[in-house]
T-cell receptor, first 111, second 115 residues
Framework: DAKTTQPTSMDCAEGRAANLPCNHS???????VYWYRQIHSQGPQYIIH???NNETNEMASLIITEDRKSSTLILPHATLRDTAVYYC????????????FGSGTQLTVLP | GAGVSQSPRYKVAKRGQDVALRCDPI?????LFWYQQALGQGPEFLTY????????KSGLPSDRFFAERPEGSVSTLKIQRTQQEDSAVYLC?????????????FGPGTRLTVT
């Protein structure tokens, strides 16, 4: 699986959009971008995934650049409960595959 | 419905003791994964089951680590002769199988402290 690079930490004001970047310059054509988050003392939680088109669900939006070498996870209206470590993962499609987590980005939403 | 549950949530073991960590996956989930998460790090893959078959155990750090899922549902991760470096959170995840299955559901983890 391709490697990903994320900033170590970011802050965001409550109610504002949180934009979390991820670089995955070695991604191959059949690899997807997945985002998970881990709130303190909990297990990771799936957020969203995409291949090349932008995706949106009830939790977030995922913007993938045209060359697929980077992506941005957008939380449109961050709340204090969104404070967590966010992991960007590149992997082939399918749940029967191990996830390779990096160190992630610690997002802190400030009141 | 019920999510993935793990027990115990916390375990303190003296160095050299054996421990057993239990995972109850979501009912009907075919795939089951174990991950190890050291303090301040992301989770790292240990092993994978499809039903009762252990298809990948490449992440198990030593032969002291053993996992089983005899009836294709509950799984147990056993660590023999625990060492201090085994101190970590052990996470279990399960998922459906199939062409449109992509999400892994994680339990809350078991925090193991070896003293």
């Amino acid at each position: 699986d391709a490697k990903t690079t994320q900033p170590t930490s970011m802050d965001c004001a409550e109610g504002r959009a949180a934009n979390l970047p991820c670089n995955h310059s070695t991604i191959s054509g059949n690899e997807y971008v997945y985002w998970y988050r881990q709130i303190h003392s909990q297990g990771p939680q799936y957020i969203i995934h995409g291949l090349k088109n932008n995706e949106t669900n009830e939790m977030a939006s995922l913007i993938i650049t045209e060359d697929r070498k980077s992506s941005t996870l957008i939380l449109p209206h961050a709340t204090l409960r969104d404070t967590a470590v966010y992991y960007c993962i590149v992997s082939l499609y399918g749940s029967a595959r191990q996830l390779t987590f990096g160190s992630g980005t610690q997002l802190t939403v400030l009141p | 419905g019920a999510g993935v549950s793990q027990s115990p949530r916390y375990k303190v073991a003296k160095r050299g003791q054996d421990v057993a960590l239990r995972c109850d996956p979501i009912s009907g989930h075919v795939s089951l994964f174990w991950y190890q998460q050291a303090l301040g790090q992301g989770p790292e893959f240990l092993t994978y089951f499809q039903n009762e078959a252990q298809l990948d155990k490449s992440g198990l750090p030593s032969d002291r680590f053993f996992a089983e899922r005899p009836e294709g549902s509950v799984s147990t991760l056993k660590i023999q002769r625990t060492q201090q470096e085994d101190s970590a959170v052990y996470l279990c995840a399960s998922s459906l199988e199939g062409a449109h299955s992509y999400e892994q559901y994680f339990g809350p983890g078991t925090r193991l402290t070896v003293t």
